[in-house]
């Protein structure tokens, strides 16, 4: 038995490019899809079956087959059973034959019982290959589909920022969860029964026609209707699968919005409005549920009674046979079963087909993912040997891809000398945190250029940059893991006493070792369980120990008490140390030491220069500071 193929790198890699190989070469061409009406206008069975073959070979599930070739050590064990149980499937009628034929003809016991014991060694053959082939290809399934989460998980975290501007976190997670798991059965256990429901179709049909070839043709009058039904339920049921998958997003959508925002939820006492909102959400998806349920049944229903009519046929057609003496009584009974396996094989079928059509709609939802290309690819630019740290902002036009009719930013020209304190100030909405977004190259400027040491930041490597690149914001994102953990998040390889120096320099070694746990002390989701100074703090900790040569602080201490502040900006003072600092502020007293403030109103730099200059100029600066000290 091979085991299942580890998940690495290169599987990942590999997969994404069966994907993105599979989005073009499996697209049929227009004139196929468009095909010009035959004779019969698009009503006849020949329209029918052409509909059914373009159906076909636009289904995603194609590609999930070809995902399958990485475990195809596994699945060539699970065929080799799966063809052996199919085989005793079809072999134990002929043993039901010989007991019928050697009890009523030859009254022979020797020949019973020996069939009898064929029988038992023919199920217990069965029994085991079946086990092996379920077990076989469920494991190799479930690879497949761990394979496509991950690749779906990786693809989905390098995509731009914008891209996350305009999908829901809600839907993503969706179609991680809940979309992939519809894949799972259609790769593993449905991929298996398809198979082997073939198998002994073929088989059986080949047997029908060996045993007595006038009552075949006689019984599979019934299955041209059953097939058409088939493909008509199973395009339908595909539709309503798509929409019950998108309706299930939405549900998610509002749960994981509702969930993260809990304490704005509380405060406002605004439970009975989201329970509402999920409950309508959930029933929207109940109510294309139940059409796909009632599709479903309908066709189930239809394919029940086509099986067990044709065994009807077959036993009233083969009756006659037996009084007029075509046939013996065994070779009637064998020819029954053998009904009954082809009709079994038959409806497990035409029910796999419907599965097959509601995990299709859940495959489109994930490979439309998987075949978006990022337009802010990591992995490719070039690096710079060195850094002195010297940005310049020429000429930069910049609108947000989800608000593409406010620009935010107009001809912004900007210089940031290497190791100098530059602050940006101005009203709310002027554009001042999009300057520190496409430093880290979070955006594309829509025009101009910003340049690192005089090269273009679209010439750069973005993960490279980003690296080089340290933000301590007014919100810092801590995650669910222990303080030493955030604290190495930008660092992974940083020892356990660099990670203690860089909080000791942020001032939070002390609050640290006040825990019961210390170091290991977990934070809770987005640090919950720590206060916002205690938060920064460690913020300002994981920047130290990254070592960032640009630093970009965006309104690191506009929401802490004096204590807190007073010691926020004492390490934020180390941290700047020798770094290019671009400070993002509002409250003007945190910019006053800054070699140089920009003040940054509706998308422009109004005004330039040091604190003392700007307050001679009678402008918008000095109007700034004069409102906040009457404010205070």
Do not use: C
Request: hydrophobic share 45%.
């Amino acid at each position: 038995m091979t085991d299942p193929i580890p998940m690495t790198a290169d599987t990942t890699a590999d997969l994404h490019a069966t994907t993105q190989a599979s989005a073009t070469s499996d697209a049929p061409p227009a004139a196929a899809v468009e095909a010009p009406a035959d004779a019969d206008d698009g009503k006849g069975p020949r329209a029918a079956w052409r509909r059914a073959i373009v159906s076909l070979s636009k289904l995603p599930t194609k590609r999930l087959l070809e995902l399958s070739r990485t475990q195809w050590r596994i699945l060539a064990v699970g065929t080799f059973f799966l063809l052996l149980s199919s085989a005793a499937s079809l072999a134990y009628p002929q043993a039901v034959r010989w007991i019928f034929d050697g009890a009523f003809t030859s009254r022979d016991r020797s020949t019973v019982d020996q069939a009898a014991l064929a029988m038992l060694a023919i199920f217990v053959v069965q029994g085991v290959s079946t086990a092996l082939r379920s077990y076989l290809f469920t494991i190799a399934g479930e690879r497949v589909v761990a394979n496509l989460r991950r690749a779906l998980y990786d693809h989905l975290i390098g995509q731009e920022i914008a891209f996350f501007d305009e999908t829901r976190t809600g839907e993503l997670v969706s179609r991680l969860a809940s979309d992939t798991q519809v894949l799972q059965n259609t790769v593993s256990v449905n991929v298996s029964m398809a198979l082997r429901n073939l198998a002994t179709l073929a088989g059986g049909v080949g047997l029908l026609m060996w045993t007595s070839p006038t009552l075949t043709l006689f019984m599979l009058v019934i299955v041209p209707p059953v097939a058409l039904a088939a493909v008509y339920n199973g395009r339908r049921i595909r539709h309503y699968a798509r929409q019950t998958q998108e309706a299930l997003a939405r549900a998610s959508e509002v749960a994981e919005e509702t969930l993260s925002g809990i304490r704005t939820v509380r405060r406002f006492a605004a439970e009975p409005a989201e329970r509402a909102r999920y409950g309508a959400a959930v029933e929207e998806s109940f109510r294309v549920s139940r059409k796909r349920a009632r599709f479903g049944a309908t066709f189930f229903g239809i394919t029940s009674f086509s099986g067990y009519a044709a065994v009807a046929l077959v036993v009233w057609f083969g009756g006659r046979l037996v009084i007029d003496g075509g046939m013996t009584v065994g070779e009637l009974t064998s020819f029954v079963l053998y009904t009954l396996t082809v009709a079994f094989s038959l409806g497990a079928l035409g029910g796999l087909w419907a599965d097959f059509m509601r995990a299709a709609g859940a495959a489109e939802r994930v490979f439309s993912l998987l075949d978006r290309d990022a337009t802010i690819p990591a992995g490719t630019g070039r690096t710079l040997a060195t850094i002195a740290g010297a940005l310049r902002f020429e000429g930069v036009d910049f609108t947000y891809p989800s608000r593409p009719d406010i620009q935010v930013l107009r001809g912004v020209d900007l210089n940031l000398d290497p190791g100098q304190v530059v602050a940006l100030v101005g009203p709310s909405g002027g554009g001042k945190s999009t300057i520190g977004a496409l430093i880290s190259r979070l955006y594309d400027p829509s025009a101009g250029a910003i340049r690192l040491d005089g090269v273009d930041l679209r010439e750069l490597d973005p993960s490279w940059l980003r690296r080089q690149v340290g933000v301590v914001a007014q919100e810092p994102t801590l995650f669910s893991a222990s303080v030493r953990d955030n604290i190495r998040y930008g660092r992974p390889e940083a020892t356990d006493a660099q990670v203690e120096a860089a909080a000791t320099a942020a001032n939070a070694h002390g609050f640290i070792t006040s825990f019961p746990e210390g170091y290991d002390t977990r934070v809770g989701e987005r640090g919950v369980r720590l206060s916002g100074g205690q938060k920064q703090r460690v913020a300002i900790a994981r920047a130290l120990l990254k070592d960032p040569r640009i630093l970009i602080l965006d309104e690191a201490t506009s929401a802490l008490d004096a204590e807190s502040e007073h010691l926020v900006k004492e390490a934020l003072e180390r941290l700047m140390h020798g770094r290019t600092t671009l400070i993002i502020a509002h409250r003007l007293s945190t910019v006053r030491d800054a070699n140089h403030v920009g003040v940054i109103d509706a998308g422009q730099l109004k005004e330039w220069g040091n604190h003392d200059a700007l307050i001679e100029r009678d402008g918008i600066y000095k109007r700034l500071v004069e409102r906040q000290f009457v404010d205070g």
